[in-house]
């Protein structure tokens, strides 16, 4: 199953690490983002009562008052026996005089060395994925058993929309508060279209070759032209009809 999600900000930070006897100085490096549902129908309803998902989709559904917050974090994989520690965390709501937290869906990653130096570049030339995508329970075992096993709860199962854009996780067993990640897709718009309304067409992307530009620049001069005649059009028009009225209007006197 997928939970996809889109990054509203990212922060990194590194740590300076002292040296001590059992462990040599280190710099750790992790990249953090703050997630948003994404602005289409997927929604992931928790047992706890909460639910992430778009805001204005939730609000459809009055469930714009039980949304909840969501975070990654990544860093670096130190070897790959901390592949396990992948995982989606469930971190209910805190309230004291002190110290109070909202619920919240906390995703840990770590990546492979060349992996993470990728992202965390990207991320520090604000290059942000357009989306993330976790996928979860990849093991489908459980659809496929025989008929005299007995029917286990899952922790993550689809809703009742035939389109998959409905996921339940049954989080309030403390086994099914962390469910680990298989895989993490990070998705990057390196390039969005640009459209042109007035004319209904694609418009070339941009470029910094010359020529490229230039052509670029044509085009939209040609599009504001093409707007422009067409109220000339009609100007020329009022300015022949009005031309004749007042010739009409002289040969009245005239007379």
């Avoid at 809703?159 to 998959?164: K, M, Q, R, S």
């Amino acid at each position: 199953m997928w939970i996809r999600t889109r990054p509203a900000s990212a922060s990194s930070s590194l740590e300076a690490r002292a040296p001590s006897a059992d462990r040599p100085a280190a710099i750790t490096e992790t990249v953090s983002f703050r997630l948003l549902p994404t602005n289409e129908r997927d929604h992931l309803d928790l047992d706890t009562g909460e639910v992430f998902q778009d805001y204005s989709y939730a609000r459809i559904h009055k469930n714009h008052e039980k949304q909840i917050s969501a975070s990654l974090t990544i860093r670096v994989l130190p070897d790959e026996s901390y592949y396990k520690h992948n995982a989606m965390h469930y971190m209910g709501a805190v309230e004291g005089d002190e110290f109070s937290r909202s619920a919240t869906i906390m995703f840990d990653a770590f990546l492979a060395p060349a992996t993470f130096r990728e992202v965390a570049d990207k991320t520090r030339a604000g290059l942000l994925p357009e989306t993330i995508t976790f996928e979860l329970m990849s093991d489908l075992s459980f659809i496929f058993r025989t008929s005299d096993e007995p029917e286990k709860k899952r922790a993550l199962e689809y809703g009742w929309e035939p389109d998959g854009s409905g996921v339940i996780w049954h989080n309030k067993e403390d086994e099914n508060k962390r469910l680990a990640i298989d895989s993490i897709r990070f998705d990057y718009a390196i390039m969005k279209p640009r459209y042109d309304e007035q004319l209904n067409v694609l418009l070339p992307a941009n470029s910094v070759a010359p020529t490229d530009r230039i052509s670029n620049q044509i085009a939209v001069i040609l599009s504001i032209l093409v707007a422009v005649l067409k109220y000339l059009r009609w100007a020329m028009i009022g300015i022949v009809a009005l031309a004749i009225m007042a010739a009409i209007f002289i040969a009245k006197q005239s007379r």
